[in-house]
């Protein structure tokens, strides 16, 4: 731990990514940066897309608001991929590596768009941290399942969808 912050999971993040110890702060810039790289690598992190990851670290993180602030100030535009992904390792009982994976692709569909140039950053990133392409495609499949299990959800209790 390169400065000493740590951001602490929460009992939903230990639910659901079975996180249960602090995560380095600076080790989650270099992911956090990652994801924006990844989800404006069609030319722009729209607000939706950065919401998602703002909304996702209220829900795993215990007093997240400095994280969100120094995300808000990376520079994700001239971010190296490469150099990013390099700087991230855990030693979580997970698969950090396929749950970034999922996370970029949550992220960069949360406008509702999954554009042909976040596919490709996400095949990079896929490809940088070694993730097979079948476990790529089936991150993606995932994302696509969950996003129509919420609709189908929010039409049964006539919502609007």
Do not use: C
Not at 35 to 49: F, N, S, W
């Amino acid at each position: 731990m390169a400065n000493g912050k740590t951001l602490q999971p929460t009992q939903y993040a230990k639910q659901r990514y079975n996180l249960t110890q602090p995560i380095d702060f600076d080790v989650a810039v270099n992911y956090g940066g990652a994801l924006m790289a990844i989800a404006g690598a069609d030319g722009e992190l729209v607000e939706k897309e950065f919401q998602w990851y703002v909304d996702e670290q209220a829900l795993l993180t215990i007093d997240s608001q400095e994280y969100i602030e120094t995300l808000r100030k990376f520079d994700w535009k001239n971010a190296k991929l490469e150099d990013l992904l390099s700087g991230i390792s855990y030693s979580f009982p997970l698969n950090f590596k396929r749950s970034m994976l999922y996370q970029a692709i949550k992220m960069s569909r949360a406008d509702g768009s999954y554009h042909d140039k976040e596919k490709a950053a996400v095949a990079k990133a896929a490809e940088i941290l070694g993730i097979e392409r079948s476990v790529l495609v089936s991150l993606e499949s995932l994302t696509e399942l969950e996003q129509a299990t919420e609709q189908l959800r929010l039409a049964l209790f006539e919502t609007e969808v």
